[in-house]
C-alpha cells in the first residue's frame, strides 16, 4: 500500500500497456511467430494455383527448389498441403477457442455475478463437463457425423472447451461484483446484463484475452488429435490431417521425414507461440510480473 | 468431510449419468434406423453375421419399446456389464476386447503420469527464481508442452525405432512371443513399453513442470514467505515450505489434466500400434464399430471419475485445511 | 542507545529511476524506549521499518548507518543481515493473518524455525507467554486455520519476540483491528517492554491518537524525511512543525479515534518522491512557508529530546 502510493505520475493504462508490449521479448517473439505463420496460411494459398490434394509429380521427392516440402507417395505437393493446412489449423483454433471463450465467458459471468441457485447450477454443470474426458465425447460424436466440416469441428470443441475457462471467469467475477463501481451501477438501476458487458467485462479484459489465448492453443492441440485419429475435416487439408496420412501411409517407416515432420513443427510452433505471447502478455498487464 | 465427498460424488454420478445418456442419445438421433445404417457402414464380412447383429441390436436397442424403455434397458445392459457385440471383432463381445486392452493403456498411463508429475514438480521447483535453471527449463517445458502428443510419438518412434534402431516401433510385445507369464516375455514386454512410456511422459513433464514454477513463486512471495525470511529463516526452509503448499495446487491440476493425459496416451498408442484403448478406438472408427467405440467412451469416463475420486481422497490427506475445515463444520 | 539510525538512505528502483522514498533521516532509541513513528501513506514509514530488517527486492541501501547495540547492521546485503535477524531485530507484520504457514502446525513451524537458527526450543519459556498472551497451550498442536484472527496476531506476537530482540518492529498492526483489540494489542506490547522480551520498539501506525497510548516517544515523518521527532506528550499537545500541527488539529480529538481522516484537513498532496525539488518537501501544502524553505531546512534540536525540521520552529 504504502509501496504502491510511492510511484507517483502514473501514465494512463493503456498506453503504459503498450510501452511494456513493445519491450517484451516474449510478447514480440511468440506474436512475431504467430503472425508469420499465419501470413503463410492467409496469403500463402493465394500462390499455389493447384489444390492441396493434386498430383503434381514425382513421388516420395525429399525438399528441393520446386518442391519446398517435396511430395508423398502419392506425388502431392506438401508445401502445397502445408500452406492450406495452416489456414484450417488457424482457422480451427481461432474458431474453437473463440465459441469456448464465449460459453466460457456468458457462464462464468453469470455465475459470478448472480451467484446463489444459479450460480450454484451452473457451477455443478461446469464441473460435470470438467470432469468429462473431452477428447473421448468428441470421438462419440464426430464419429456419427460422417461429413465433418472444419466449421463443425471447431464448434464441437468448442462446445467441450469452456469449463475451466467459465471457472476461472467466475472467480474473477465474483471479487468484482463488490467493488464501489460495480454497486454504484446497481444502485443506480442498470440491468445485470449491462453491469457485465459495461462494468466487470472490461476490467477484466487483458485476463479475458489470455483466456483466449489459452483456449486458442488447446483448441489447435486437440484438433490435431481428433485429425489423427481419423475423425478431422473431411473437406480440407489441416496439419492434423497431414500427420494422420503421414502415419497411415507408414512415412516414418518409408522414410519420408519431410511428410511428418513439417506439420508437427507448424502445430508445435504455433501453440508454442500462443502460451509464449500469453506468458508476455500476462507480463505487461500485470505488474508484478515485470522485471526490473 | 461428508459434505465434501457428497458434492464430488454428486457431480460424479452426474457426469456418468450425462455421458451415459450422450451415449444413448447420440445414435437415435442420428436419421434413419440407427441399426441398418450401422450395420450397413459397418464392415462385416460374414452374411450370417450381419444377420445375427441385425436381430441381437434391434433386441438391444428395442425400437418396439418406448423411449423411456429403452433408456432404462441401456441402463440395465450396462449394470450388466453388456456392452453388446463388436462388429469390427465379430463376435467378441464389446466387454472383453476392453478389458484386454484397459491393461496396457494403464501401463502406460500411470507411471508416465504418476512419474512425469514428480519430476516435473521438483524441476519446476528447482527452477523458479534461479536465473540460469529458469533460464533453460522454462523454454524447454513450454515447446515439451506445446507440442501434439502424437508428433513427438512419431518423431521418437522415427528417431530410436527406424533411424537409430534401439527400440521397437510397434505392438505391445513381438509377433514372434506369446502373452506368457515368463521372465522373456515380460523384458519384451518392458521393451515394447519404453518409447511410448517416454513419449508421453515428456509432454506431460512440461506441463507440470511450467506449473509448479508458477505456483511456487506465488508461495514465495505469500506471507507466510515473507515473514520467515524476515525472521532470518534460511532459504532451504523457506521453499520447503513452499514447495509443500505448492504441491496442492498440483494435485487439483492433475486431476483438470487427465482428461488431456488420457487423450495424449490414446493418441500414442495409435502411433506405436500399441495394444490398449487407444489402438481400439481406431479400430473402430476405422471400422465404424459404434458398439465398440461406445464401449470405450463409457470405459475411459469410469476410468477417469475413478481416478478424480483417488486424487479427492488423496488432497484430503495431504491438505489438513480441508481435513480442519470439515471438521469444525461436522462439530 | 539501543538503535541509532544515522542519514539512512533507501531508495526504490522503479522504471523510471530511483523513488527517494526514505532520504537521509537520522535518530535514535534508548534502551527501553517504544518509538511510534508516524505519517500518511507514503511518507517512507514502512520503508523504514523494512530497512531495519529486510529490504524487499526494489528497495536499496543508497546510504547512511544503521547500529544496533554498537553494532553496525549490514542492512544492504540480505545474507549477512540473516544471523542478525529474529535474534537481535525482530517484526510483527502488517499480515499476521497470513503469516504462518497455513499447512504445519504451529508447534511444528516454530520448532522447524527454531532449529533452522540453530536455537534450542525453550517450551517452558515458549508455554509461559502463550499464558501470558492468553492462548491455550493447545494452539502449538493446531493448524493456523483453526485459530480466530486475535489469536493469530498474538500467536505471531509471541513467535516474533521469543528470542528476546533488542529491536522489535510492529509496522501497522493495528490497522485491521477493532478498537478493543487494538487496546488489547497495545497493552500486550508494553508488558512485552516491561519484562524486558524486547529492549526497544520500533511501532508504525498512521493513527497518531493510538500511537500516543503506547510511545514514549512520537517520530513523525513527511515525504521520506524526518518532520518532528518529541516526548509523545509533546507531539500531541505541543507540536511545533506546521504538519504535525496540521496532522494533529486534524483529529477531532486526541484519544478518540477518528485518524482515518487524518489528512482531510490539510489540502494538497504529498510531492512526487521521484526527482523532488530541493528544499522543503511540505512547503507547498504548508500555510507558513516563505523564502527561506527553498533551502532544506536541518533537524534542530529546539528543545531536549525534541527534533524539528522546520525553519519557522528553529
Redesign the interface.
Known amino acids: 500500500m504504502t509501496t504502491t502510493t510511492v510511484e507517483p505520475l502514473r501514465p494512463p493504462v493503456r498506453w503504459e500497456a503498450l510501452y511494456f508490449a513493445l519491450r517484451n521479448t516474449k510478447l514480440l517473439v511468440g506474436m512475431g511467430i504467430i503472425l508469420i505463420l499465419l501470413g503463410i496460411g492467409v496469403i500463402g494459398p493465394f500462390f499455389i494455383d493447384k489444390p492441396p490434394s493434386e498430383y503434381v509429380g514425382m513421388q516420395m521427392q525429399p525438399p528441393s527448389g520446386e518442391f519446398w516440402l517435396g511430395t508423398n507417395t502419392f506425388g502431392q505437393d506438401l508445401w502445397a498441403q502445408f500452406v492450406h493446412g495452416l489456414r484450417t489449423t488457424f482457422l480451427v483454433g481461432a474458431l474453437g477457442g473463440g465459441i469456448a471463450a464465449v460459453i466460457g465467458m456468458a457462464i462464468g459471468f453469470l455465475a459470478g455475478y448472480k451467484g446463489g441457485w444459479i450460480d450454484e447450477i451452473l457451477t455443478m454443470f461446469t464441473n460435470v463437463v470438467l470432469v468429462l474426458p473431452t477428447l473421448a465425447v468428441l470421438f462419440i460424436l464426430n464419429a456419427y457425423i460422417g461429413v465433418r466440416g472444419a466449421g463443425m469441428q471447431a464448434l464441437f470443441i468448442g462446445l467441450t472447451q469452456w469449463p475451466w475457462a467459465a471457472r476461472s471467469i467466475r472467480a474473477q467475477t465474483f471479487s468484482l461484483r463488490s467493488r464501489d463501481f460495480v454497486d454504484l451501477a446497481r444502485l443506480s438501476g442498470v440491468g445485470s446484463g449491462r453491469i457485465i458487458m459495461r462494468e466487470i467485462a472490461p476490467n477484466m479484459s487483458s485476463y479475458l484475452l489470455l483466456t483466449f489465448i489459452l483456449l486458442f492453443g488447446g483448441s489447435i492441440l486437440i484438433a490435431s488429435s481428433l485429425d489423427f485419429i481419423g475423425l478431422g475435416p473431411t473437406d480440407a487439408v489441416s496439419l492434423g490431417l497431414m500427420l494422420q496420412q503421414a502415419h497411415q501411409w507408414s512415412a516414418m517407416h518409408l522414410g519420408l521425414w519431410w511428410w511428418f515432420i513439417p506439420p508437427g513443427a507448424g502445430i508445435t510452433l504455433i501453440v508454442g507461440a500462443l502460451y509464449v505471447a500469453n506468458v508476455g502478455l500476462d507480463e505487461v498487464f500485470n505488474p508484478k510480473l515485470r522485471e526490473l | 468431510m461428508r459434505r465434501y465427498f457428497g458434492r464430488k460424488l ?3 454420478g ?2 456418468f449419468f ?2 451415459v445418456t ?2 444413448w442419445l ?2 437415435r438421433l ?1 436419421p434413419g434406423d440407427p441399426v441398418a445404417s450401422m450395420l450397413a457402414r459397418a464392415r462385416v464380412a460374414q452374411p450370417e453375421a450381419q444377420e445375427a447383429l441385425r436381430v441381437y441390436y434391434n433386441n438391444l436397442f428395442g425400437f418396439d419399446q418406448p423411449w423411456w424403455q429403452q433408456y432404462l434397458n441401456s441402463w440395465g445392459a450396462l449394470f450388466r456389464g453388456d456392452f453388446g457385440i463388436s462388429l469390427w471383432a465379430f463376435p467378441t463381445p464389446v466387454a472383453d476386447l476392453l478389458t484386454r486392452a484397459v491393461p496396457y493403456s494403464l501401463a502406460l498411463l500411470i507411471p508416465s503420469i504418476l512419474i512425469s508429475w514428480v519430476i516435473g514438480n521438483r524441476l519446476g521447483a528447482l527452477a523458479a527464481r534461479r536465473k540460469v535453471l529458469d533460464n533453460t527449463v522454462l523454454p524447454v517445458s ?2 515439451l ?8 510419438a ?2 521418437m ?2 528417431g530410436f ?2 533411424v537409430w534402431g534401439i527400440f521397437p ?1 510397434a505392438g505391445g510385445y513381438s509377433f514372434s512371443m506369446t502373452p506368457s507369464f515368463t521372465w522373456p516375455f515380460f523384458v519384451d514386454l518392458l521393451w515394447h513399453w519404453v518409447l511410448p512410456f517416454a513419449s508421453l511422459f515428456l509432454v506431460a513433464l512440461g506441463g507440470w513442470a511450467i506449473g509448479m514454477r508458477n505456483v511456487i513463486i506465488y508461495e514465495l512471495e ?3 514467505a ?9 532459504q ?2 523457506i521453499r520447503r ?1 513452499a514447495f ?2 505448492a504441491v ?1 495446487p498440483q494435485i487439483t491440476g492433475l ?2 489434466q ?3 493425459l ?3 496416451a ?2 500414442t498408442e ?2 506405436f500400434s500399441y495394444p490398449g484403448l487407444g489402438s481400439l ?2 479400430a ?3 471400422n ?1 464399430d ?1 458398439f465398440l ?2 464401449g ?2 463409457l470405459f ?2 469410469l476410468g ?2 475413478i481416478a ?1 475420486f483417488i486424487i479427492d481422497v488423496i488432497y484430503v490427506i495431504v ?3 480441508t481435513r ?2 470439515m471438521a ?1 463444520a461436522s462439530a | 542507545m539501543t538503535l541509532e539510525v544515522d542519514d539512512l538512505r533507501v531508495y526504490y528502483r522503479t522504471l523510471k529511476g530511483d523513488v527517494q522514498a526514505l532520504d537521509g533521516v537520522s535518530f535514535g532509541v534508548k534502551d527501553g524506549e517504544i518509538l511510534g513513528l508516524a505519517g500518511e501513506s507514503g511518507c517512507g514509514k514502512t520503508t523504514l521499518g523494512k530497512a531495519l530488517i529486510r529490504l524487499d527486492g526494489r528497495m536499496k541501501h543508497v546510504g547512511g548507518s544503521v547500529t544496533l547495540d554498537d553494532q553496525v547492521l549490514p542492512i544492504g546485503d540480505d545474507v549477512k543481515m540473516n544471523p542478525y535477524r529474529f535474534k537481535q531485530v525482530s517484526l510483527i507484520p502488517q499480515y499476521s493473518m497470513s503469516a504462518m504457514n497455513p499447512t504445519r502446525k504451529i508447534g511444528r513451524m516454530v520448532r522447524e524455525l527454531l532449529d533452522s537458527r540453530k536455537v534450542k526450543l525453550d517450551l517452558d519459556e515458549l508455554h509461559n507467554r502463550l499464558d501470558l498472551v492468553e492462548l491455550p497451550r493447545e494452539v502449538l498442536g493446531k493448524y493456523p486455520i483453526e485459530l480466530s484472527g486475535g489469536m493469530k496476531q498474538r500467536m505471531v506476537m509471541v513467535i516474533s519476540t521469543l528470542l528476546n530482540p533488542s529491536l522489535l518492529i510492529a509496522d501497522e498492526i493495528t490497522s485491521a483491528l477493532d478498537v478493543s483489540t487494538q487496546k488489547a494489542v497495545v497493552t500486550t506490547l508494553k508488558g512485552f517492554r516491561d519484562r524486558g522480551f524486547v529492549k526497544s520498539m520500533l511501532f508504525i501506525t498512521h493513527d497518531i491518537s493510538l500511537t500516543n497510548q503506547l510511545a514514549d516517544t512520537i517520530m513523525v515523518m513527511y515525504a521520506g524525511k524526518l518532520a518532528e521527532k518529541a516526548p509523545a506528550g509533546v507531539v500531541v499537545n505541543a507540536p511545533k512543525h506546521p504538519y504535525t500541527q496540521l496532522l494533529i488539529s486534524s483529529l477531532p480529538e486526541v484519544g478518540v479515534r477518528y485518524a482515518d481522516k487524518r489528512l482531510t484537513g490539510i489540502p494538497g498532496n504529498p510531492p512526487s518522491l521521484l526527482n523532488p525539488v530541493p528544499g522543503c518537501r511540505f512547503r507547498d501544502r504548508c500555510p507558513l512557508a516563505f523564502d527561506k524553505c527553498a533551502e532544506e531546512p536541518p533537524p534542530v534540536e529546539v528543545e531536549k529530546d525534541h527534533v524539528v525540521a522546520c525553519w519557522k520552529a528553529a
Open positions: 454428486l457431480v460424479y452426474l457426469t450425462m455421458a450422450v451415449n447420440v445414435p442420428m513450454y515447446v508442452t506445446a507440442t501434439p502428443y502424437l508428433w513427438l512419431a518423431l518412434a522415427w525405432g527406424i516401433v505469500s506471507d507466510y515473507n515473514y520467515l525470511s524476515a525472521l532470518g529463516a534460511p532451504k526452509l515450505y509443500r503448499n496442492l486431476a483438470l487427465l482428461g488431456v488420457v487423450a495424449g490414446l493418441v495409435i502411433v478406438i481406431l473402430a472408427i476405422q465404424k459404434f467405440l461406445q470405450a467412451f475411459i469416463v477417469v471419475l478424480n491438505d489438513p485445511r480442519v475445515g469444525g
